[in-house]
């Protein structure tokens, strides 16, 4: 009997909606031969009868593998091959670059760009590398990674492309796309975004051909707190369209945004539809959502429906997932549409401006800090930073301090996401994200066991065994887990206030207090026996700097 794994077909939220989690038992040899995309989809839509959006997400039961690449993973180690190639070389001629071009051209075409475009992105970098002067002090690998990163940018439409706005009445943004990619979703997100900038919006269900859809968008325009304007399904959505923009003009609303039906593949209806949708509303916007994990076939995508209809631009979507990068990089290229916007997971909050230059580091594995601190700066307000800095340098960080940061970065996006966006933490494996994700649960369980004092003086805990074993006990977890936390948060706020410090200039402070001495002696002293003092001096235990992970040694 073959060997089988179960395969539970989790749902995202807004499917949920629609239908329940579908499991099923799938032969190993079946996943084995299928590369990952293909089985995911073969085997959803081989259940569901009807191909899915790539949204669903699986996972293998038992000591399964939890699928998930990431985003450029692929690509940026490809290209990184290429800088390899040049280790040694003094200056860049016709010989040298003949290797690291072809590991070029080899990563972008594994990353799913088309054929032409990558072939005029050889050559455009060929052609810049040997005309490029030696500039002294510069390595040759170095060289090539800017030209690479200025030809991204350029390939990626230069600069942002944001919203335009009308100039008088309602701004009329359309949404088009095929069944799954997220429109929908995008609907409910570009809401959100637009709230953020202080703009009224109404949402406009036009997808009069499934129900669900209309009440997929009710549920989400509530979620976000924009009114959805709908007809139901029986009213074409032309009309509903032209009725919600007298609405929206009525109610003084800046800006609408109009969800259409979606189809496997384009059809004439489908486009005879949106071409009387235009017409009826003559739309600022028209834009075209598209799955980044369809790759380049989302760049064709958009040039159909741009001569098909006219498009001003394309919002690529789940660029959260195992997508290679493909469509990201051949959308402007190929039908000259920018791509306005990015979607990185189901969250309100998961999309973004798309930014060419921004994107382009994140695929040389150099991360995205300007995004990371637009992301911190949205969730971290400045007094929280004035009152953590001063805790600090008071060394009066505290579990309640722990927790909020945690919940901080938690608001920024997935743990992957928020790494991917620090420079240089592109080798962090999804193993280990997950690994740090676990940890961080792990956590949280014994800071929501302490009291509130215990919070905020976790000298209540370091002094006191019972509390600390109340705690194991209320968080299931050992006594010495408890220990080991409090150890780390005084390692924590040593650390911390001495970065502070040198920072500011300051002299690093002295060693540990008492606390630490007496942590470490119940460590080691069987229950109820007397606690040995340590001298102030002594530094902790190695063994509490290697419990929190590594922690910089003394
Ligand atoms: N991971 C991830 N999932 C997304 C993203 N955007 C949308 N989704 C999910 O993709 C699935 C389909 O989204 P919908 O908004 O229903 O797609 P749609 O295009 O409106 O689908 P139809 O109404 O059938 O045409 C949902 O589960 C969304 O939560 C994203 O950026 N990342």
Not at 265 to 273: A, F, L, R, S, Y
Not at 407 to 412: P, S, T
Request: contains cysteine.
């Amino acid at each position: 009997m073959e060997a089988t794994t179960t395969l539970t077909l989790s749902s995202s939220p807004a499917i949920a909606a629609r239908r329940s989690p579908v499991r099923a038992t799938i032969s190993q040899s079946h996943l084995r031969h299928c590369p990952v995309r293909t089985s995911r989809l073969h085997v959803a839509q081989s259940l569901a009868s009807r191909p899915l959006s790539s949204g669903w997400r699986w996972r293998r039961r038992g000591s399964g593998l939890v699928v998930r690449a990431e985003t450029f993973g692929q690509l940026t180690t490809g290209l990184e091959s290429a800088w390899n190639k040049l280790r040694g070389v003094d200056v860049l001629t016709k010989e040298t670059i003949v290797e690291p071009m072809r590991d070029i051209r080899r990563a972008l075409l594994e990353a799913d760009v088309s054929l032409p475009v990558v072939r005029r992105f050889v050559s455009s970098v060929s052609e810049k590398a040997l005309g490029s002067d030696v500039i002294r002090g510069i390595r040759p690998e170095q060289q090539l990674v800017k030209i690479v990163h200025d030809e991204l940018v350029q390939l990626m439409g230069g600069e942002v492309s944001d919203l335009v706005f009308a100039k008088t009445g309602p701004t009329v943004i359309l949404l088009a796309g095929l069944q799954g990619v997220g429109k929908t979703t995008v609907c409910a997100k570009l809401a959100f975004y637009l709230k953020k900038l202080g703009k009224s919006c109404m949402l406009v269900a036009a997808d009069v051909y499934r129900p669900a859809a209309i009440d997929q968008l009710t549920v989400l325009g509530e979620q976000v707190g924009v009114p959805v304007y709908s007809e139901g399904t029986t009213a074409k959505p032309a009309e509903i369209t032209k009725n919600a923009m007298e609405e929206a003009k009525r109610n003084n609303i800046d800006a609408i945004v109009v969800d259409t039906a979606g189809r496997l593949q384009i059809d004439k209806t489908m486009m005879v539809e949106l071409k009387e949708v235009k017409k009826s509303v003559n739309p600022t916007e028209i834009l075209l959502v598209v799955d980044a994990m369809t790759g380049q076939e989302a760049a064709a995508l958009v040039t159909t429906f741009n001569i098909e209809i006219g498009i001003s631009g394309a919002i690529l979507t789940k660029l959260d997932g195992d997508s290679r990068g493909g469509a990201a990089l051949s959308v402007k290229e190929v039908s000259g549409k920018p791509i306005k916007f990015v979607g990185r997971g189901e969250r309100m909050e998961d999309l973004e401006l798309f930014y060419p230059d921004r994107m382009a580091q994140r695929v040389l594995g150099m991360g995205d800090v300007l995004s990371f601190v637009e992301k911190a700066q949205e969730v971290v307000r400045q007094e929280d930073t004035t009152e953590l800095q001063k805790k600090i340098m008071s060394a009066k960080f505290d579990f309640n301090d722990f927790l909020k940061q945690t919940q901080n970065v938690a608001k920024m996006g997935s743990m992957s996401r928020v790494i991917g966006m620090i420079p240089g933490m592109n080798k962090v494996t999804p193993a280990q994200i997950r690994e740090a994700e676990k940890r961080l649960a792990f956590v949280e369980s014994m800071i929501n066991a302490m009291t509130a004092e215990e919070k905020e003086k976790p000298e209540l805990l370091a002094e006191s065994r019972e509390r600390r074993i109340r705690v194991a006990e209320e968080s299931e977890k050992t006594e010495q887990e408890v220990s080991q936390l409090v150890a780390q948060l005084f390692q924590m706020r040593a650390q911390m206030k001495k970065l502070m410090g040198m920072m500011q200039g300051q002299e690093a402070i002295a060693g540990m207090g008492d606390l630490m001495d007496s942590l470490n002696a119940d460590e080691k002293a069987p229950p109820g026996t007397a606690r040995r003092r340590r001298r102030r001096s002594e530094p902790p235990r190695q063994r509490e700097l290697d419990a929190v992970g590594g922690a910089s040694r003394p």
